[in-house]
């Protein structure tokens, strides 16, 4: 199943209706800041390492700049054609763009504050809990405390072992990895004594 087109094609209708100037939970990123990240991602190969690679990120930043300019419509047409057929990521779509479109479909879909979670098909939960598991183990590096994920069904992850305490996050695949990608906007339960708790929800999860 497709789950990276479909959930692109998502984003950007949401993107559509909410407009260009709609916030998103990407700093202070409107959704065509947004929408032309998505641009250099796919088709700037020049440029695109900046967005890793913080001594490269002022080139990268200029190129987003000028894509940010295109017209509104043609941005997301470039977004919804998906990486052209040189790009890698044309042949990798599933892998390396799932997360990427849910994580930034959910930026647009929950910056306004007024948001509800989404039901998501089971198979689409399953790819993404395999992605918030090797995420964790990078956006939980430094908890001084172990880090567990549970999803409904009980399954678990220790995604960070440490000291003799544990926390532990209980939610859906797709909200855990939101939490994962540094998102404070989800629907999650933390099972953990108070000051380990509060350990975890003020610790840079930047990845």
Known sequence: MPYARDERHALVETMRTAGPDAPTLCGDWTARDLAAHLVIRERRLDASPGILVPALSGYTDRVQRGQARKDWSALLGEVASGPPVWSPFRWIDEQAN??????????VRRAGGDWS??????????????VAKGIGRRSYRRSPVTVV???PDGERATVKSAGDATVVLRGEPAE???????????????????PDVATITALDRSV
Request: hydrophobic letters at 45%.
């Open 98 to 107: 799932l997360a990427e479109m849910f994580i930034h479909h959910e930026d």
């Open 117 to 130: 979670v989404r039901t998501l098909p089971d198979g689409m939960q399953d790819r993404l809990w395999t």
């Open 149 to 151: 994920l549970e999803r």
């Open 176 to 194: 855990l990895l939101l939490h994962a990608f540094g998102r404070d906007e989800v629907r999650i339960e933390f099972d953990g004594a108070a």
